[in-house]
């Protein structure tokens, strides 16, 4: 009896060591990343999810939808998440009101605005004179949305306050079905509402914004500095799967892109969901790697000023950092 039960003992045991071991093995860190919003235009990091990039990088990522840039920012200031996602410019915000422990941008993912002014006509020969006396749907107040459209506006030599009259006060989800209803001659839309315009007959997209600002880091990933100063393995790790993302959308077609991350945008049908992925993919949205040039913080800072957002400029040293994502092309 006494012989039965060591025999037991010993195959408990080593049972238990087993099961420790594998659970050692396979065990993921577990981080929460807050997104600005869920949408076709970050793709790469969709792929990243989809194809299991962050868990062969031993990560467990959870995606939450902030729903704006002020809620992603507090979510990333109050600990509720790790790393935020959302565009550079709520960084510079926290930098200048003086935050200690402010945010960082270790990696930048598109480089183009995602959204499209969207005509109620067809205009085959589109210049930006067009929109002169006309009636536009932008964005609130302050958002990198209307930013990006004044500052295409001034580019052109167009006055937002004089030249055009911008509605502003319309919720952000329901400006495409506004425009339908028949408010406005433009406005101004982010997929899959562009395209969704176009498809049904009310309206046809006439310019990219993100082509005509220029290539402006519109998104990218950021975290409190004390963070990333005590997990840097987490951030690279991170970082290596975000950049074969962008590895896997400069290496394949819209069609196969569209493929991998439709479980992400189940609502959206698959004809859909091609012809939107084409749209950013043709215009060049993707950057083929991570690193957040100083050109680039500069051309923000710009925009920023322009409109009148900018309080004083950051240096780049402060508020961005390359060696995750340097590191990361080298795997």
């Known amino acids: ?89 709520a960084t510079i915000y926290v930098y200048n009101e003086g935050a200690e422990d402010y945010v960082v941008n270790f990696a930048q993912l598109t480089q183009r605005a995602g959204n499209f002014l969207v005509s109620r006509n067809k205009e085959e020969d589109f210049s930006w004179n067009n929109v002169k006396g006309k009636t536009v749907i932008g964005g609130r107040p302050g958002g990198m949305p209307q930013m990006v459209f004044e500052y295409i506006l001034k580019k052109n030599g167009i006055d937002p306050k004089k030249d055009v009259t911008i509605i502003q006060n319309i919720d952000f989800g329901i400006t495409a079905q506004a425009f339908a209803s028949g408010q406005a001659d433009y406005t ?49 790790g991170f970082t290596n799967a975000i950049q074969r993302g962008m590895d896997y959308v400069a290496t394949h077609s819209p069609e196969e892109i569209a493929k991998v991350i439709a479980p992400q945008f189940d609502e959206i049908p698959m004809d859909k969901l091609v012809l939107i992925v084409t749209r950013y993919y043709d215009q060049d949205t993707w950057k083929d790697n991570l690193i957040f040039e100083e050109a680039s913080l500069d051309l923000l800072q710009d925009i920023l000023e322009e409109a009148g957002e900018l309080s004083k400029r950051v240096d780049y040293e402060d508020l961005i950092i390359t060696e995750y994502a340097k590191e990361a092309l080298k795997d």
């Open 1 to 89: 009896m006494k012989r039965r039960f060591i025999c037991v003992l010993a195959i408990i045991t080593m049972t238990a060591t087993m099961l420790v071991g594998c659970k050692g093995k396979d065990e993921l860190t577990e981080i929460t990343l807050n997104e600005v919003a869920h949408s076709i235009f970050y793709a790469p990091m969709y792929v990243a999810f989809e194809e299991d990039y962050f868990k062969e990088e031993g990560l467990k990522v959870n995606l939450v939808n902030g729903l704006g840039a002020d809620k992603t920012m507090t979510a990333v200031l109050s600990g509720e998440c790790e790393i935020g996602f959302m565009g550079a410019e």
């Open 188 to 236: 101004c839309e982010f997929e899959p509402a562009a395209t969704s315009l176009e498809l049904e007959g009310a309206g046809a997209v006439v310019a990219s914004l993100g082509v005509e600002s220029g290539k402006v880091p519109y998104t990218s990933f950021s975290a409190k500095k004390s963070y990333i100063e005590k997990n840097p393995e987490i951030i690279q």
